[in-house]
């Protein structure tokens, strides 16, 4: 099931603040990078963020669970959650500085 664009649309401009954020659609869900790190999905309807012990302290409580079978456990972002910006944004950031940078990619 893909997610309805205007979710992805929501959530995407909640987290504006966090920095670069661009998003790509794959297999059917979207995933979010911030500042060229990969930091969350967007599958079913629902976020999931990439876990760090940092971003676990941010979003205490949040349930982990994967995005897809198969995938590793995620912070499974409450939608009510959503509402706020800038806790939202401070989770993508803090997720994102806590990340390392990408593997430059083969030619």
């Known amino acids: 099931?893909?997610?309805d664009q205007r979710i992805v649309d929501?959530?995407?401009a909640q987290m504006t603040d966090a920095g670069?954020?661009?998003t790509r659609k794959m297999f059917g869900e979207?995933?979010?990078?911030c500042d060229g790190k990969t930091v969350a999905v967007i599958a079913n309807?629902?976020?999931y963020v990439k876990i760090t012990p940092e971003g676990r302290q941010l979003a205490a409580g949040a349930e982990e669970a994967p995005a897809y079978p198969?995938?590793?456990p995620s912070l499974l972002v409450a939608p009510e959650r959503w509402e706020d910006a800038s806790w939202l944004a401070t989770l993508i950031r803090t997720t994102a500085n806590a990340l390392p940078a990408p593997r430059p990619r083969k030619h």
């Open 1 to 3: 099931m893909t997610s």
């Open 10 to 12: 929501f959530i995407v």
């Open 20 to 22: 670069n954020i661009s």
């Open 30 to 33: 979207h995933a979010i990078w």
């Open 45 to 47: 309807d629902q976020l």
């Open 70 to 72: 198969g995938a590793k």
